[in-house]
């Protein structure tokens, strides 16, 4: 059984997770710096990153010839 193939290429799936580690690292580093709250949007943007690398990994596990409903 072959497995499916991603949303994302190789190169995007390695940028999306430099782009997740990133957004995770400066939101912390921002709310310690920053006096207003907008470190959350570091937040946001790392956990909607994070949404498309779980959906590339559930993408990958799918078998190749299983149709999306």
């Known amino acids: 059984m072959h497995q499916g193939s991603g949303i994302l290429s190789s190169r995007q799936r390695r940028l999306a997770w430099l782009g997740f580690l990133l957004a ?3 939101a ?3 709310a ?3 006096a207003d709250d907008s470190w959350l949007f570091s937040l946001c943007v790392a956990l909607m990153v994070a949404t498309v690398i779980i959906a590339d990994d559930a993408a990958r596990r799918r ?3 299983a149709t999306s409903d």
């Open 32 to 34: 310690r710096l920053v």
């Open 24 to 26: 995770a690292l400066q």
């Open 63 to 65: 078998p190749a010839d």
């Open 28 to 30: 912390p580093v921002s």
